[in-house]
């Protein structure tokens, strides 16, 4: 496995590939972040290219984050790269990435980049979308695997992938997790004792929307109405800080655009999704199930 530091030195190892898949990642490696090296190993083949990144984005830290703090793990992450069949790890410094200040950069739609995530942390999404056209254009990749887990992340990438008319496809992973469904997230190294036993509690609650909207929308079902679905979410809400938690928001959601569903695709088959995001203490965690 080679390693690179360089904008230069990247596209020369390159050069001439007619298979490259892009894993960006911030570090700090898990099961997850492996699965994802995994998939673009089986869909570029023997012959193809699995470059993985590793970058700190700044940009999408917002004031009072956990930049400086997040773990910084490069030799332990190479290794398990290289067990995991990857090519080439792009590991550049921020002198690298950003040798002047980045003042051109992708501001997402409002419309998907300012609701949930985006609400909660402001301009996060800009910073997402600014390193990683960044990654695609240093790497030139034919295609990029994300996980689910961040879904609204997922889908500004493929939307922006899109309406900028980049040559690669963007494949969807699902969301690996631990024996317990916990999501896997590099940030679950944050939690302590207590809180590693009590994180599975969000996936469960959110299960629990799930299966409320599912039971409704089932032959024989007795049909949800907005307003119940508003007392279900509240009711996941309160589940939540009953236990400690400090939720941002427990709530369903069309998969297409992340808006609330209207009572007659709430009647229907228009694919759904619970989204929920919680600090328990100082960690916070992220979980979504489709419906």
Same mark, same amino acid.
């Given at each position: 496995?080679?390693?690179?530091?360089?904008?230069?030195?990247?596209?020369?190892?390159?050069?001439?590939?007619?298979?490259?898949?892009?894993?960006?990642?911030?570090?700090?490696?898990?099961?997850?972040?492996?699965?994802?090296?995994?998939?673009?190993?089986?869909?570029?083949?023997?012959?193809?290219?699995?470059?993985?990144?590793?970058?700190?984005?700044?940009?999408?830290?917002?004031?009072?984050?956990?930049?400086?703090?997040?773990?910084?793990?490069?030799?332990?992450?190479?290794?398990?790269?290289?067990?995991?069949?990857?090519?080439?790890?792009?590991?550049?410094?921020?002198?690298?990435?950003?040798?002047?200040?980045?003042?051109?950069?992708?501001?997402?739609?409002?419309?998907?980049?300012?609701?949930?995530?985006?609400?909660?942390?402001?301009?996060?999404?800009?910073?997402?979308?600014?390193?990683?056209?960044?990654?695609?254009?240093?790497?030139?990749?034919?295609?990029?695997?994300?996980?689910?887990?961040?879904?609204?992340?997922?889908?500004?990438?493929?939307?922006?992938?899109?309406?900028?008319?980049?040559?690669?496809?963007?494949?969807?992973?699902?969301?690996?997790?631990?024996?317990?469904?916990?999501?896997?997230?590099?940030?679950?190294?944050?939690?302590?004792?207590?809180?590693?036993?009590?994180?599975?509690?969000?996936?469960?609650?959110?299960?629990?929307?799930?299966?409320?909207?599912?039971?409704?929308?089932?032959?024989?079902?007795?049909?949800?109405?907005?307003? #119940?679905?508003?007392?279900?979410?509240?009711?996941? /809400?309160?589940?939540? =800080? !009953? $236990?400690?938690? &400090? @939720?941002?928001? %427990?709530?369903?959601?069309?998969?297409?655009?992340?808006?609330?569903?209207?009572? #007659?695709?709430?009647?229907?088959?228009?694919?759904? /999704?619970?989204?929920? =995001? !919680? $600090?328990?203490? &100082? @960690?916070?965690? %992220?979980?979504?199930?489709?419906?």
């Amino acid at each position: 496995m080679r390693v690179e530091d360089t904008v230069a030195g990247l596209r020369a190892a390159l050069a001439g590939r007619r298979a490259v898949a892009l894993v960006p990642t911030m570090g700090n490696l898990h099961a997850g972040h492996l699965a994802l090296v995994d998939a673009a190993r089986a869909r570029v083949g023997a012959d193809g290219m699995v470059v993985a990144s590793i970058f700190v984005n700044r940009l999408q830290f917002g004031a009072g984050e956990d930049f400086d703090k997040y773990p910084r793990t490069f030799e332990r992450d190479c290794a398990l790269l290289r067990e995991h069949g990857c090519d080439l790890v792009f590991a550049p410094d921020e002198r690298q990435m950003y040798p002047e200040p980045q003042t051109f950069q992708v501001t997402p739609d409002p419309a998907l980049a300012s609701i949930l995530e985006g609400a909660v942390r402001p301009g996060h999404f800009t910073g997402m979308c600014t390193v990683v056209m960044k990654l695609f254009t240093i790497v030139a990749p034919h295609l990029a695997v994300f996980g689910r887990k961040d879904y609204q992340q997922l889908m500004l990438v493929r939307r922006m992938v899109d309406q900028f008319a980049l040559p690669l496809e963007i494949v969807a992973h699902d969301t690996v997790r631990e024996a317990d469904g916990l999501a896997m997230s590099s940030r679950n190294g944050y939690l302590d004792a207590a809180q590693r036993a009590e994180a599975p509690q969000m996936q469960r609650v959110l299960r629990g929307l799930v299966d409320a909207v599912r039971s409704a929308r089932a032959p024989g079902g007795t049909p949800i109405t907005r307003d #119940a679905l508003a007392a279900l979410e509240q009711q996941a /809400v309160d589940a939540l =800080a !009953a $236990r400690g938690w &400090t @939720p941002d928001y %427990l709530t369903v959601r069309r998969q297409r655009d992340l808006l609330a569903p209207t009572q #007659a695709e709430l009647d229907g088959d228009t694919p759904l /999704v619970a989204l929920a =995001a !919680a $600090r328990i203490g &100082t @960690p916070r965690l %992220l979980d979504n199930i489709e419906i």
